[in-house]
């Protein structure tokens, strides 16, 4: 079942990061990015933090599960949609240890179409 994009928009609010948290959608998913950093997956209307060291030290109680078939488990977050600082500071200390995004090749010039 796809992600419907109420449920980002919710998650933005809660989370009250403003224009650092940004979000593309992903074949019917989302994913959510801090700073352009991916730090989460919102799949079937739950929250997927990427795992790193801050989701082990801040909140090594989550479920974990697989977000789309075929991906390793990540911590579930649903439950810190209740509380706000939480979930802030997960996904804040987790754009903090993801590397910097990769540099974008520039596009390769189009071929000019025919004239005559």
Not at 29 to 50: H, I, N, P, Q, R
Not at 80 to 90: C, G, H, M, V
Request: with cysteine; net charge neutral.
């Amino acid at each position: 079942m796809a992600t419907d994009k109420s449920f980002i928009d919710y998650v933005a609010e809660v989370v009250g990061l403003g224009a650092r948290l940004t979000h593309r959608k992903m074949f019917g998913e989302y994913a959510l990015y801090v700073d352009d950093k991916v730090v989460a997956f919102a799949c079937d209307g739950s929250l997927f933090v990427k795992p790193s060291d801050a989701a082990v030290r801040l909140a090594p109680d989550l479920p974990q599960g697989p977000p789309y078939p075929g991906a390793k488990d990540y911590p579930i977050a649903d439950e810190l949609l209740d509380d706000p600082e939480a979930l802030r500071r997960l996904l804040l200390e987790t754009a903090a240890v993801m590397p910097p995004p990769k540099p974008k090749k520039p596009a390769a010039p189009r071929a000019k179409r025919g004239a005559g």
